[in-house]
Each structure stands twice: as structure tokens, then as C-alpha cells.
């Protein structure tokens, strides 16, 4: 009788457990930068301003009819305006070359030379590419020095969140190297 209660009682704790849920950080796909780097200005990327709609823990998918699907089990380690920041610097500081490239929010009592802010427009998936749209400014004490953008379609390799994933870093890196770009190109 004994048995049979515990077996119960396994089986409903069995049928009471949530699924687990998957959490995603964001990456560019390029390498640490060489250790022969040149200083460059500092350079703070973020903060990064996303439509509300998109700054959720959860990973977003959108349909043709403009309805938004959160997708289940599947979210951000962390905020999503501050893994963008991450991601970017990251790439940036790589394709460029600098060392001294941070995040927002930086922990740093220093002020940046540069400061780069990102306005995301779009960063959504319906079932067959992801749209990224976005702008930026770098600013030094408050001056504009330049500003540049970006808007492309990066093609989903499949339906779950690790293909959603896969597609947001790829579309960062190209992101990131259009933003080392644009900073490259202003004098220092």
C-alpha cells in the first residue's frame, strides 16, 4: 500500500513540474581583439532605447498580421538593452582594435571620450528572417561626431529559439562592424 502511495504521489510531482525554461545571452561572432591593440578613444556603447513592445525577458517572434508571439520557455539572461550593449561592445572593441570599448551600464567612474547610443527600431523574426533596424549617434561632451544606420534581413536556419538566437548574433555582428566603421571613419 505504501508502494502504491509513493508511486502516486512521484507521478504527480512528475506531472506538477514546469518545463525548464531556457535562457540566451547574445555574442558577435568575431574574436577578442589582438593583443597588439591601438588605445583609440574610450568608448561606451549604450544605452540602447528599444521599442517596449521588444524589451521583454522572453525571446519575441511576430506574425505578418503584426501579432507578437512570446515564445515559451525561452528568455534573456539578462536585459535585453544591456546584452545589445554587451554584444556590441564586444565586436566593436574587436573589429576595431581598441581596448578601452565598454557596455551600458559601465561600472566605470570615468567618463567615455566617445559615447555611442543606439536607437533599435526593429529587431523582431517572423517564421522565415529576422528584421534589424537601427541607429546611432556618437557623441563627445555632448557635440555630435557622427551618426550612421543600419536596417537588413537575417534568414532563420529554423523554427526554435536557438535558430532565433543564431540569427540575432549574426545580425549584431553585421551591426557591430558597420558601427567600427562609421567610427573609424571619424577623426580622433
Given at each position: 500500500?505504501?508502494?502504491?502511495r509513493l508511486g502516486v504521489c512521484?507521478?504527480?510531482l512528475a506531472a506538477?513540474?514546469?518545463p525548464t525554461v531556457r535562457y540566451y545571452r547574445l555574442q558577435t561572432a568575431v574574436a577578442e581583439p589582438a593583443a597588439s591593440t591601438e588605445?583609440?578613444?574610450?568608448?561606451q556603447v549604450g544605452p540602447v532605447s528599444l521599442p517596449a513592445w521588444l524589451n521583454r525577458p522572453q525571446l519575441v517572434?511576430?506574425?505578418p498580421s503584426g501579432r507578437v508571439l512570446l515564445m515559451a520557455r525561452a528568455e534573456w539572461a539578462a536585459p535585453l538593452p544591456q546584452l545589445l550593449a554587451g554584444a556590441l561592445a564586444k565586436g566593436i572593441g574587436a573589429y576595431l582594435g581598441w581596448r578601452q570599448v565598454r557596455a551600458?551600464?559601465?561600472t566605470s567612474p570615468y567618463a567615455a571620450d566617445w559615447l555611442v547610443t543606439l536607437d533599435v527600431h526593429a529587431l523582431s523574426a517572423d517564421a522565415k528572417q529576422l528584421r534589424l533596424d537601427a541607429d546611432w549617434r556618437v557623441l563627445s561632451n555632448g557635440q555630435l561626431l557622427g551618426r550612421g544606420a543600419l536596417?537588413?534581413?537575417e534568414p532563420l536556419t529554423g523554427t526554435d529559439a536557438d535558430a532565433l538566437v543564431a540569427a540575432h548574433n549574426r545580425a549584431?555582428?553585421?551591426l557591430a562592424a558597420a558601427m567600427a566603421a562609421s567610427l573609424r571613419a571619424i577623426p580622433r
Open positions: 500500500m505504501n508502494a502504491l512521484c507521478l504527480l506538477c513540474a514546469s588605445a583609440g578613444p574610450t568608448l517572434r511576430t506574425e551600458w551600464p559601465s536596417a537588413l534581413d549584431l555582428d553585421k
